[in-house]
Protein backbone atom coordinates (compact mmCIF):
# COMPACT_ATOMS: atom_id res chain seq x y z
CA UNK A 1 0.00 0.00 0.00
CA UNK A 2 1.39 3.34 -0.94
CA UNK A 3 2.36 5.35 1.54
CA UNK A 4 0.78 8.83 1.26
CA UNK A 5 2.53 12.23 1.63
CA UNK A 6 0.99 14.53 3.69
CA UNK A 7 2.19 18.13 2.98
CA UNK A 8 2.33 20.83 5.69
CA UNK A 9 2.63 24.78 5.32
CA UNK A 10 6.43 26.13 6.15
CA UNK A 11 6.99 26.99 9.23
CA UNK A 12 8.30 30.88 10.50
CA UNK A 13 10.17 29.11 13.31
CA UNK A 14 13.65 29.28 11.62
CA UNK A 15 13.19 32.58 10.02
CA UNK A 16 12.34 34.23 13.05
CA UNK A 17 15.27 32.71 14.35
CA UNK A 18 17.56 34.18 12.30
CA UNK A 19 16.11 37.39 12.35
CA UNK A 20 16.85 37.63 15.96
CA UNK A 21 20.68 36.58 15.65
CA UNK A 22 21.13 39.35 12.87
CA UNK A 23 19.48 41.95 14.67
CA UNK A 24 21.30 40.69 18.03
CA UNK A 25 24.28 41.05 15.83
CA UNK A 26 23.64 44.39 14.33
CA UNK A 27 23.09 46.07 18.01
CA UNK A 28 26.21 44.34 19.38
CA UNK A 29 28.30 45.91 16.13
CA UNK A 30 26.69 49.65 16.90
CA UNK A 31 27.79 49.34 20.66
CA UNK A 32 31.34 48.56 19.96
CA UNK A 33 31.51 51.19 17.02
CA UNK A 34 29.83 53.77 19.81
CA UNK A 35 32.36 52.60 22.62
CA UNK A 36 35.33 52.90 20.26
CA UNK A 37 34.63 55.82 18.13
CA UNK A 38 32.40 58.18 21.08
CA UNK A 39 30.76 59.79 18.47
CA UNK A 40 29.02 61.52 21.50
CA UNK A 41 31.40 62.40 24.24
CA UNK A 42 29.91 65.05 25.67
CA UNK A 43 26.89 62.43 26.56
CA UNK A 44 29.22 59.12 27.80
CA UNK A 45 32.71 60.01 28.63
CA UNK A 46 33.82 61.83 31.43
CA UNK A 47 36.59 65.05 30.44
CA UNK A 48 40.21 63.94 31.28
CA UNK A 49 41.53 67.36 33.35
CA UNK A 50 44.71 66.06 33.52
CA UNK A 51 44.87 66.40 30.11
CA UNK A 52 42.95 68.81 28.59
CA UNK A 53 45.35 70.17 25.71
CA UNK A 54 48.02 68.06 23.56
CA UNK A 55 51.29 68.17 24.88
CA UNK A 56 53.95 69.56 23.40
CA UNK A 57 56.22 66.86 21.77
CA UNK A 58 59.00 66.18 24.15
CA UNK A 59 63.00 66.38 23.12
CA UNK A 60 64.26 63.20 23.23
CA UNK A 61 68.29 62.99 23.69
CA UNK A 62 70.14 60.03 22.00
CA UNK A 63 71.13 57.40 24.82
CA UNK A 64 74.58 57.63 25.67
CA UNK A 65 77.26 55.93 23.10
CA UNK A 66 78.94 52.75 24.38
CA UNK A 67 81.88 53.79 21.81
CA UNK A 68 84.80 54.73 24.32
CA UNK A 69 85.51 58.98 24.44
CA UNK A 70 87.94 60.81 26.15
CA UNK A 71 85.70 60.07 29.21
CA UNK A 72 87.70 56.78 29.42
CA UNK A 73 91.34 58.39 29.39
CA UNK A 74 92.16 58.50 32.81
CA UNK A 75 94.91 61.29 31.40
CA UNK A 76 92.07 63.74 30.96
CA UNK A 77 91.23 65.20 34.03
CA UNK A 78 89.02 68.47 35.45
CA UNK A 79 91.42 70.67 37.05
CA UNK A 80 93.79 72.81 35.99
CA UNK A 81 96.85 70.25 36.75
CA UNK A 82 95.98 68.18 33.58
CA UNK A 83 96.88 70.46 30.47
CA UNK A 84 94.36 69.62 28.22
CA UNK A 85 95.75 68.37 24.69
CA UNK A 86 93.77 67.57 21.41
CA UNK A 87 90.28 68.91 22.80
CA UNK A 88 89.21 70.06 19.79
CA UNK A 89 89.64 66.68 18.27
CA UNK A 90 88.45 64.90 21.70
CA UNK A 91 84.96 67.10 21.46
CA UNK A 92 84.63 66.75 17.86
CA UNK A 93 84.46 63.37 18.53
CA UNK A 94 82.08 63.01 21.19
CA UNK A 95 79.54 65.50 19.11
CA UNK A 96 79.63 62.75 16.37
CA UNK A 97 78.88 59.78 18.99
CA UNK A 98 76.14 62.30 19.93
CA UNK A 99 74.33 64.08 16.94
CA UNK A 100 71.58 65.17 18.94
CA UNK A 101 73.64 67.79 20.78
CA UNK A 102 75.19 68.71 17.02
CA UNK A 103 74.92 72.84 16.60
CA UNK A 104 73.79 74.62 13.19
CA UNK A 105 75.17 78.19 12.50
CA UNK A 106 76.66 80.45 15.11
CA UNK A 107 73.65 82.13 16.07
CA UNK A 108 72.50 78.52 17.22
CA UNK A 109 75.89 77.35 19.08
CA UNK A 110 74.91 76.03 22.81
CA UNK A 111 75.69 78.53 25.32
CA UNK A 112 76.30 77.35 29.21
CA UNK A 113 76.08 80.44 31.84
CA UNK A 114 78.23 80.24 35.06
CA UNK A 115 78.20 81.84 37.92
CA UNK A 116 78.70 80.92 41.78
CA UNK A 117 79.52 82.62 45.64
CA UNK A 118 81.39 81.08 48.24
CA UNK A 119 80.90 77.62 50.02
CA UNK A 120 79.61 79.48 53.04
CA UNK A 121 77.27 81.58 54.50
CA UNK A 122 77.03 85.20 53.69
CA UNK A 123 78.24 87.73 56.53
CA UNK A 124 76.06 90.17 55.61
CA UNK A 125 72.40 89.64 57.11
CA UNK A 126 70.75 90.17 53.74
CA UNK A 127 73.62 88.70 51.71
CA UNK A 128 71.73 85.29 51.16
CA UNK A 129 68.82 86.62 49.88
CA UNK A 130 70.41 89.02 47.90
CA UNK A 131 72.60 86.37 46.35
CA UNK A 132 69.10 84.04 45.85
CA UNK A 133 67.92 86.98 43.79
CA UNK A 134 70.91 87.34 41.72
CA UNK A 135 70.88 83.60 40.63
CA UNK A 136 66.84 84.04 40.05
CA UNK A 137 67.54 86.32 37.68
CA UNK A 138 70.04 84.42 35.53
CA UNK A 139 67.79 81.56 35.34
CA UNK A 140 65.03 83.50 33.78
CA UNK A 141 67.54 84.91 31.99
CA UNK A 142 68.75 81.41 30.57
CA UNK A 143 65.11 80.33 30.63
CA UNK A 144 63.91 82.63 28.04
CA UNK A 145 66.73 82.18 25.35
CA UNK A 146 67.08 78.17 26.08
CA UNK A 147 70.93 78.32 27.98
CA UNK A 148 71.77 76.26 30.27
CA UNK A 149 73.09 77.76 33.73
CA UNK A 150 75.45 76.14 36.58
CA UNK A 151 76.30 77.57 39.68
CA UNK A 152 78.78 77.05 41.74
CA UNK A 153 80.02 77.64 45.19
CA UNK A 154 82.28 74.93 45.78
CA UNK A 155 86.00 76.25 45.83
CA UNK A 156 87.74 74.15 42.77
CA UNK A 157 91.11 75.03 43.79
CA UNK A 158 91.81 75.73 47.37
CA UNK A 159 94.53 78.48 46.17
CA UNK A 160 92.81 80.07 43.61
CA UNK A 161 89.93 81.73 45.31
CA UNK A 162 88.19 85.21 45.02
CA UNK A 163 88.69 86.01 41.50
CA UNK A 164 90.61 83.77 40.34
CA UNK A 165 87.96 80.95 41.45
CA UNK A 166 86.16 81.18 38.42
CA UNK A 167 88.82 79.98 36.21
CA UNK A 168 88.69 76.39 37.43
CA UNK A 169 84.82 76.66 36.99
CA UNK A 170 85.66 77.47 33.76
CA UNK A 171 87.79 75.17 32.47
CA UNK A 172 86.00 72.11 34.82
CA UNK A 173 82.58 72.83 32.99
CA UNK A 174 84.26 72.81 29.24
CA UNK A 175 85.15 69.15 29.83
CA UNK A 176 81.94 68.38 31.63
CA UNK A 177 80.06 70.06 28.58
CA UNK A 178 81.88 69.28 25.01
CA UNK A 179 77.79 69.81 23.27
CA UNK A 180 78.61 73.81 24.84
CA UNK A 181 80.32 75.87 22.53
CA UNK A 182 80.13 79.15 24.45
CA UNK A 183 80.53 79.54 28.21
CA UNK A 184 79.38 82.67 29.43
CA UNK A 185 81.03 83.66 33.03
CA UNK A 186 78.87 86.20 34.76
CA UNK A 187 79.66 87.52 38.18
CA UNK A 188 77.09 86.70 41.11
CA UNK A 189 76.46 90.69 41.49
CA UNK A 190 76.06 91.56 37.95
CA UNK A 191 72.11 91.44 37.27
CA UNK A 192 70.20 90.89 33.71
CA UNK A 193 68.64 93.95 33.01
CA UNK A 194 67.65 93.50 29.69
CA UNK A 195 65.67 90.20 29.85
CA UNK A 196 65.27 89.76 25.80
CA UNK A 197 68.66 91.04 24.75
CA UNK A 198 70.61 88.00 23.01
CA UNK A 199 74.55 88.18 22.79
CA UNK A 200 75.13 88.85 18.61
CA UNK A 201 77.41 85.11 18.57
CA UNK A 202 77.42 85.56 14.90
CA UNK A 203 79.86 88.84 15.66
CA UNK A 204 82.21 86.79 17.54
CA UNK A 205 82.97 83.52 14.65
CA UNK A 206 86.31 84.44 14.19
CA UNK A 207 87.14 85.16 18.38
CA UNK A 208 87.44 83.19 21.32
CA UNK A 209 86.91 85.11 24.44
CA UNK A 210 84.99 88.23 24.34
CA UNK A 211 85.05 90.77 27.69
CA UNK A 212 83.74 94.05 27.76
CA UNK A 213 86.75 96.89 27.52
CA UNK A 214 88.34 100.56 26.32
CA UNK A 215 91.23 99.45 23.75
CA UNK A 216 92.26 103.35 24.40
CA UNK A 217 92.18 102.00 27.73
CA UNK A 218 94.33 99.15 27.34
CA UNK A 219 97.01 99.99 24.95
CA UNK A 220 97.44 104.21 25.27
CA UNK A 221 96.71 104.32 29.02
CA UNK A 222 97.99 100.59 30.08
CA UNK A 223 94.60 100.81 32.62
CA UNK A 224 93.69 97.75 35.27
CA UNK A 225 90.29 98.41 34.38
CA UNK A 226 90.58 98.57 30.18
CA UNK A 227 88.56 95.70 30.85
CA UNK A 228 86.09 93.66 33.09
CA UNK A 229 87.05 90.24 33.77
CA UNK A 230 83.61 89.65 35.64
CA UNK A 231 81.73 89.19 32.85
CA UNK A 232 83.11 87.26 29.37
CA UNK A 233 82.36 84.55 27.03
CA UNK A 234 84.91 82.03 25.85
CA UNK A 235 84.54 79.53 23.44
CA UNK A 236 84.80 76.10 24.50
CA UNK A 237 88.18 74.88 22.33
CA UNK A 238 91.83 74.25 22.86
CA UNK A 239 93.26 77.85 22.42
CA UNK A 240 90.68 78.63 25.25
CA UNK A 241 92.18 75.74 27.28
CA UNK A 242 95.59 76.87 26.42
CA UNK A 243 94.27 80.14 27.43
CA UNK A 244 93.22 79.50 30.59
CA UNK A 245 96.62 77.80 31.72
CA UNK A 246 98.51 80.64 30.60
CA UNK A 247 95.89 82.76 32.69
CA UNK A 248 95.97 80.76 35.69
CA UNK A 249 99.73 80.59 35.89
CA UNK A 250 99.54 84.61 36.70
CA UNK A 251 97.85 83.56 40.08
CA UNK A 252 98.23 82.30 43.43
CA UNK A 253 98.70 78.57 41.98
CA UNK A 254 101.81 79.98 40.74
CA UNK A 255 104.82 79.59 42.41
CA UNK A 256 105.65 83.26 40.35
CA UNK A 257 102.55 84.50 41.96
CA UNK A 258 104.43 87.40 44.09
CA UNK A 259 106.92 87.68 41.21
CA UNK A 260 103.50 88.31 38.55
CA UNK A 261 102.10 90.92 41.37
CA UNK A 262 105.17 93.10 41.08
CA UNK A 263 105.32 92.68 36.90
CA UNK A 264 101.49 93.51 36.80
CA UNK A 265 101.91 96.96 38.83
CA UNK A 266 104.91 98.06 37.20
CA UNK A 267 103.45 97.46 34.00
CA UNK A 268 99.68 99.02 35.05
CA UNK A 269 100.41 102.19 36.37
CA UNK A 270 97.01 102.42 38.03
CA UNK A 271 97.19 99.47 39.80
CA UNK A 272 97.22 100.26 43.40
CA UNK A 273 97.96 96.60 45.46
CA UNK A 274 100.22 94.52 45.07
CA UNK A 275 98.61 91.02 44.17
CA UNK A 276 98.47 89.82 41.11
CA UNK A 277 94.73 90.21 39.84
CA UNK A 278 92.34 88.17 36.90
CA UNK A 279 91.81 91.34 35.29
CA UNK A 280 95.27 93.24 35.45
CA UNK A 281 96.48 89.51 33.98
CA UNK A 282 94.22 89.94 31.77
CA UNK A 283 94.83 93.07 30.31
CA UNK A 284 98.75 92.13 30.55
CA UNK A 285 98.15 89.38 28.34
CA UNK A 286 96.65 91.87 25.64
CA UNK A 287 99.20 94.38 25.78
CA UNK A 288 102.00 92.21 26.11
CA UNK A 289 100.94 88.90 24.19
CA UNK A 290 98.51 90.44 21.44
CA UNK A 291 99.60 87.78 18.56
CA UNK A 292 99.86 85.36 20.17
CA UNK A 293 96.22 85.97 22.57
CA UNK A 294 94.68 89.43 21.85
CA UNK A 295 94.28 88.98 18.13
CA UNK A 296 91.06 86.04 19.01
CA UNK A 297 90.54 88.46 21.97
CA UNK A 298 87.11 90.62 21.21
CA UNK A 299 86.60 93.57 23.32
CA UNK A 300 83.48 94.61 23.30
CA UNK A 301 81.94 97.97 24.17
CA UNK A 302 78.94 98.47 21.97
CA UNK A 303 76.58 97.34 23.82
CA UNK A 304 76.94 97.01 28.06
CA UNK A 305 77.92 93.15 28.47
CA UNK A 306 79.43 95.31 31.17
CA UNK A 307 77.60 98.32 32.94
CA UNK A 308 78.87 99.67 35.85
CA UNK A 309 75.80 100.15 37.91
CA UNK A 310 76.45 104.04 39.52
CA UNK A 311 75.90 105.18 35.89
CA UNK A 312 72.88 102.95 35.29
CA UNK A 313 70.50 102.60 37.59
CA UNK A 314 69.05 105.96 38.15
CA UNK A 315 68.72 106.30 34.20
CA UNK A 316 66.50 102.85 34.33
CA UNK A 317 63.04 104.60 34.86
CA UNK A 318 63.73 107.10 32.21
CA UNK A 319 64.34 104.16 29.90
CA UNK A 320 61.40 101.95 31.20
CA UNK A 321 58.89 105.09 30.25
CA UNK A 322 60.72 105.13 26.70
CA UNK A 323 59.89 101.40 26.21
CA UNK A 324 56.13 102.01 27.45
CA UNK A 325 55.98 105.35 24.91
CA UNK A 326 57.06 103.09 22.06
CA UNK A 327 54.68 100.54 23.28
CA UNK A 328 51.89 102.78 23.08
CA UNK A 329 52.67 103.59 19.48
CA UNK A 330 52.94 100.45 18.35
CA UNK A 331 49.95 98.05 19.29
CA UNK A 332 51.58 94.91 18.00
CA UNK A 333 54.03 94.81 20.75
CA UNK A 334 51.81 95.31 23.23
CA UNK A 335 50.39 91.94 22.17
CA UNK A 336 50.27 89.27 25.16
CA UNK A 337 52.59 86.26 24.20
CA UNK A 338 54.18 82.94 25.69
CA UNK A 339 57.47 83.15 27.37
CA UNK A 340 59.20 81.05 24.69
CA UNK A 341 58.71 83.45 21.89
CA UNK A 342 60.41 86.30 23.67
CA UNK A 343 63.15 86.05 21.49
CA UNK A 344 60.47 86.80 18.41
CA UNK A 345 59.04 89.76 20.14
CA UNK A 346 62.61 90.97 21.20
CA UNK A 347 63.00 90.91 17.30
CA UNK A 348 59.84 93.14 16.65
CA UNK A 349 60.84 95.40 19.17
CA UNK A 350 64.57 96.31 17.72
CA UNK A 351 62.71 98.98 14.84
CA UNK A 352 60.92 100.97 17.52
CA UNK A 353 64.28 101.20 20.00
CA UNK A 354 66.59 103.45 20.28
CA UNK A 355 70.32 102.80 21.11
CA UNK A 356 70.33 106.13 23.05
CA UNK A 357 67.55 104.56 25.62
CA UNK A 358 68.05 100.97 25.04
CA UNK A 359 67.88 99.07 28.30
CA UNK A 360 71.32 97.72 29.74
CA UNK A 361 71.86 94.19 29.37
CA UNK A 362 74.01 93.81 32.16
CA UNK A 363 74.41 95.66 35.23
CA UNK A 364 77.02 95.05 37.42
CA UNK A 365 77.56 96.13 41.08
CA UNK A 366 81.24 96.11 41.61
CA UNK A 367 82.25 97.07 44.90
CA UNK A 368 79.09 96.18 46.30
CA UNK A 369 79.78 92.71 47.80
CA UNK A 370 76.54 92.10 48.68
CA UNK A 371 77.37 88.98 50.50
CA UNK A 372 80.16 89.80 52.58
CA UNK A 373 78.99 93.44 52.84
CA UNK A 374 82.47 95.19 52.81
CA UNK A 375 81.15 97.76 50.08
CA UNK A 376 83.12 100.00 49.02
CA UNK A 377 83.51 103.40 51.59
CA UNK A 378 83.18 105.86 48.98
CA UNK A 379 79.37 104.44 48.03
CA UNK A 380 76.33 104.98 50.52
CA UNK A 381 75.53 103.10 53.70
CA UNK A 382 72.83 101.49 51.87
CA UNK A 383 73.17 103.04 48.40
CA UNK A 384 74.35 99.40 46.89
CA UNK A 385 71.29 97.70 48.38
CA UNK A 386 68.83 99.72 47.19
CA UNK A 387 69.81 100.18 43.93
CA UNK A 388 70.31 96.18 43.42
CA UNK A 389 66.78 96.16 44.59
CA UNK A 390 65.52 98.28 41.83
CA UNK A 391 67.50 97.01 39.24
CA UNK A 392 66.11 93.43 40.20
CA UNK A 393 63.21 94.21 40.08
CA UNK A 394 62.93 96.23 36.76
CA UNK A 395 64.07 93.12 35.42
CA UNK A 396 61.80 90.99 37.08
CA UNK A 397 59.40 93.27 35.54
CA UNK A 398 60.02 91.92 31.95
CA UNK A 399 59.36 88.63 33.49
CA UNK A 400 56.52 88.61 35.39
CA UNK A 401 54.42 90.44 32.27
CA UNK A 402 54.85 87.40 30.75
CA UNK A 403 52.61 86.08 33.70
CA UNK A 404 50.12 88.67 33.70
CA UNK A 405 51.72 90.75 36.83
CA UNK A 406 54.26 93.51 37.27
CA UNK A 407 55.76 95.49 40.60
CA UNK A 408 54.19 98.91 40.40
CA UNK A 409 57.34 100.67 42.09
CA UNK A 410 60.68 99.03 41.59
CA UNK A 411 62.22 100.14 44.72
CA UNK A 412 59.13 97.09 46.39
CA UNK A 413 60.10 94.14 45.10
CA UNK A 414 57.29 92.49 47.20
CA UNK A 415 54.19 94.00 46.04
CA UNK A 416 52.88 93.07 42.61
CA UNK A 417 50.03 93.97 40.50
CA UNK A 418 47.79 92.41 37.96
CA UNK A 419 48.15 94.07 34.30
CA UNK A 420 45.44 95.07 32.13
CA UNK A 421 44.29 93.66 28.52
CA UNK A 422 46.48 96.08 26.13
CA UNK A 423 49.08 97.33 28.76
CA UNK A 424 50.21 99.68 28.54
CA UNK A 425 47.64 101.18 25.85
CA UNK A 426 46.06 103.44 28.90
CA UNK A 427 47.85 104.06 31.98
CA UNK A 428 44.35 104.05 33.87
CA UNK A 429 43.64 100.69 33.36
CA UNK A 430 46.71 99.69 35.54
CA UNK A 431 44.95 97.90 38.57
CA UNK A 432 46.51 99.45 41.23
Not at 31 to 47: E, M, Y
Not at 83 to 109: C, I, Q, Y
Not at 366 to 375: H, I
Request: aromatic content about 12%; overall charge neutral.
Amino acid sequence: MAKSVVQTKPSNLGRETSFCIAFATAILMFCALWIFTDPFPSLLSTPNQKNCTESAQILKMSQESTDKTFYDDPKVGYTMDRPMVDWDEKRREWLKNHPAFGSGSETEARVLVLTGSQPTPCKNPVGDYLLLRLFKNKVDYCRIHGYGVFYNNAILNPKMRSFWAKIPVVRGAMVAHPEVEWIFWVDSDAIFTDMEFKVPLERYKDHNLVVHGWPNLIYEKKSWVGVNAGIFLIRNCQWSMDFLEKWASMGPNSPEYKKWGKILRSTLKDKLFPESDDQSALVYLLLKEKKKWGDMIYVENEYFLHGYWREIVGKLDGVDEKYEEAERRAPELRRRHAEAVTESFAAARESHVSAGWRRPFITHFTGCQPCSGQQNPEYGENSCRVEMERALNFADNQVLRNYGFRHPNVKDGSTVRPLPFDFPGDESDLLI
